[in-house]
């Protein structure tokens, strides 16, 4: 047996077939042996797993870079965005990234810009959906598929009245119908939906004002559990009359997970994705400020329980951060963490970092759920359902060797000091401590962070076609 580039022994390592005690070898990126100790080459490099975790690199499905282009333009806000904030991931544990584009111009002319960009700064392979939102964008989505792009996110009904910073169109339900109708003929197509009514939202909002209402939870109660549970009503509906498929992105409430139950009983393909800030925090936390800001908002104890079953059961298959890389003046309007709930920006920062910590911490680490099914919806799902699998998402042999060891007695207080994203640095999570952390991050058989310590530099990764010639990427 030729040696291997580097090995990592003594893990329990987590497989799409089970734990085995043993470990991974790879040789040019690729992992080239899955098994016990003794199964595996000899390797330049051996790295000792101390008995902790070996898993797949987290596949972090939903993250806007270029939002901080409040003090670049778009592109710009993108090369600043991929470095500072993948540069989290490493240090977090994710391995794969998919980011929603969003500009008002056609994304077809840019798509050499949006791979170099990628290819240039960021410390892991990456892929794209896009945000369709103006008459140009319905028109180019076939286009799109064959860059590899295959998911299309819109925003039904929402947006109509908030930040109008960001300039997006809403959609009604007849364009959201073409979209599903369109989506429905290409391989892997799926359409992802921001799911608040927000004709309702919005009265509410004036409501709530009105009674002179400024805290977190006001926050929550102008778009109440209805404003998600309507949408998902109506989504499901028109998924399943245009056979097509959809993808709920950061699902909050429990009625969404009795609603994607029902319609997926009945065989419509309606798919939910939900967010660490979802399975962690509730919307009575007004120590959290304008910080726990989101869209959706927090919700109430049961909700947040529901989704965690939810996870255990299936209904919700996928994981992701929803990670909104604001500065932190322009999120609080310079209004400080405790300034106006209404004029602060929504969007939780640094997800990406936390998102790895945050599920060991309260799910394995709390019997909310096993490692090997938080493996299945933090990276081996995202893979498959994003057409990357199995070069991504799982530690098989011929996949790229992208691997995480998580110590999960290992506790760190989220502080200053905990992130490695843009400064200043600040998350929904701030103060908290959270036990089970990654110990190594390897990225296509390279140790990118070891105990804290970066040992790469940014750029050299690659730009993820999905469904390339028809298949899933490989
Ligand atoms: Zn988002």
Not at 105 to 125: A, H, L, T, W
Not at 371 to 395: F, I, Q, S
Request: aromatic share 10%.
């Amino acid at each position: 047996m030729t040696s291997a580039n580097l090995s990592v022994v003594n893990a329990k390592v987590v497989t799409p077939n089970g734990t085995l005690i043993g470990g991974v070898a790879a040789t040019n990126g690729r992992v080239v042996a899955v098994g016990s100790e003794q199964n595996l080459p000899d390797a330049d490099r051996t790295i000792d797993a101390e008995g902790n975790y070996l898993i797949p690199g987290f596949i972090d499905p939903h993250v806007h870079w270029g939002l901080s282009r409040y003090e670049y333009d778009y592109h710009e806000g993108l090369a600043h965005d991929f470095e500072t904030e993948t540069r989290g991931a490493v240090h977090g544990g994710v391995t794969t990234v998919v980011n929603f584009l969003l500009q008002p111009d056609p994304y077809g002319p840019d798509m050499d810009f949006f791979r170099e960009v990628g290819e240039q700064n960021s410390y892991i392979d990456f892929a794209y959906h896009a945000i369709i939102h103006k008459k140009p964008h319905f028109e180019e989505v076939e286009t799109l598929a064959e860059e590899g792009i295959r998911s299309f996110k819109i925003f039904y009904n929402w947006y109509k009245h908030a930040s109008p910073e960001l300039g997006i169109e809403h959609s009604d339900s007849g364009r959201v119908y073409r979209l599903l109708d369109t989506v429905a003929d290409i391989e892997g197509g799926i359409v992802m939906f921001h799911a608040e009514n927000e004709d309702l939202a919005y009265e509410r909002r004036q409501e709530l004002k009105a009674q002179g209402r400024n805290d977190l939870e006001a926050w929550s109660e102008s778009a109440p559990n209805i404003c998600e549970a309507m949408q998902i009503e109506n989504i499901a509906k028109l998924t399943e009359y245009t056979d097509s498929s959809a993808y709920i992105v950061h699902m909050s409430t429990g009625e969404g997970v009795d609603i994607c139950r029902r319609y997926q009983q009945q065989g419509v393909d309606i798919n939910a994705e939900t967010l660490p800030s979802f399975l962690a925090h509730t919307k009575e936390k007004e120590e959290l400020g304008v910080w726990g800001k989101i869209s959706p908002p927090l919700r109430g104890e049961q909700s947040k329980e529901k989704l965690w079953q939810g996870l255990r059961e299936g209904v919700v298959d996928y994981a992701g951060t929803d990670h909104c890389p604001h500065k932190k003046p322009f999120k609080e309007k310079d209004e400080g963490k405790f300034g106006d709930i209404w004029e602060a920006i929504p969007g939780d920062n640094n997800g990406i970092e936390y998102f790895l910590p945050v599920m060991m911490s309260e799910g394995v680490n709390e019997d909310r759920i096993s490692m090997e099914r938080l493996v299945e919806v933090c990276a081996e799902n995202n893979a498959k359902r994003w057409g990357l699998y199995p070069r991504k998402g799982a530690l098989v042999e011929g996949a790229d060797a992208d691997m995480v060891v998580v110590d999960l007695e290992q506790s760190a207080v989220v502080d200053d000091d905990f992130y490695h994203t843009m400064e200043p640095r600040y998350s929904s999570f701030h103060g908290q401590e959270l036990t089970g952390l990654p110990t190594h991050t390897i990225v296509g058989g390279e140790v990118v962070v070891e105990d804290g310590e970066l040992q790469a530099e940014k750029g050299g990764r690659n730009y993820l076609p999905r469904y390339a010639d028809g298949v899933p990427t490989v």
